[in-house]
Nanobody, 114 residues
Framework: VQLQASGGGLVQPGGSLRLSCAASGPIFSINEMGWHRQAPGKQRELVAATTTAGSTNYADSVKGRFTISRDNAKNTVYLQMNSLKAEDTAVYYC?????????WGQGTQVTVSS
C-alpha cells in the first residue's frame, strides 16, 4: 500500500494551495485519513483528519482556513488551504489507516513567503 501526496509549493501570504494524497495497492479497509505537518525545529502536529463517515477534526491554528475532504471511491484525501500564513510553512505528510495499520505518504513542502 502506498500514499502519494502532491500539491505543495511556494505561495505568498494570503494565497491558497490544495494538497492531494491518493492511496493505492491492495486496500481491504480504509478508515481515517488526514494530514500532519512538521516545521523546522518543531514537532510533527496534526493538521486535519477525516473519517470514512465524513466527520472532520482540525488543529485550532487552521480552523476556518483549511478544509479537508475525501473521495472514498478514489481513496484520496484533499487539503484545501486558504489564507496561508508564514507559520503554515512546513513539510506536510498525509496518512491513512489502511488495512488496520497506519500508513504514511512522503512529505510535500509548503512554503509561504513573499
Amino acid at each position: 500500500v502506498q500514499l502519494q501526496a502532491s500539491g505543495g509549493g511556494l505561495v505568498q501570504p494570503g494565497g491558497s494551495l490544495r494538497l492531494s494524497c491518493a492511496a493505492s495497492g491492495p486496500i481491504f479497509s480504509i478508515n481515517e485519513m488526514g494530514w500532519h505537518r512538521q516545521a523546522p525545529g518543531k514537532q510533527r502536529e496534526l493538521v486535519a483528519a477525516t473519517t470514512t463517515a465524513g466527520s472532520t477534526n482540525y488543529a485550532d491554528s487552521v480552523k476556518g482556513r483549511f478544509t479537508i475532504s475525501r473521495d472514498n471511491a478514489k481513496n484520496t484525501v484533499y487539503l484545501q488551504m486558504n489564507s496561508l500564513k508564514a507559520e503554515d510553512t512546513a513539510v506536510y505528510y498525509c496518512y491513512a489507516h489502511i488495512n488496520y495499520r497506519d500508513c504514511w505518504g512522503q512529505g510535500t513542502q509548503v512554503t509561504v513567503s513573499s
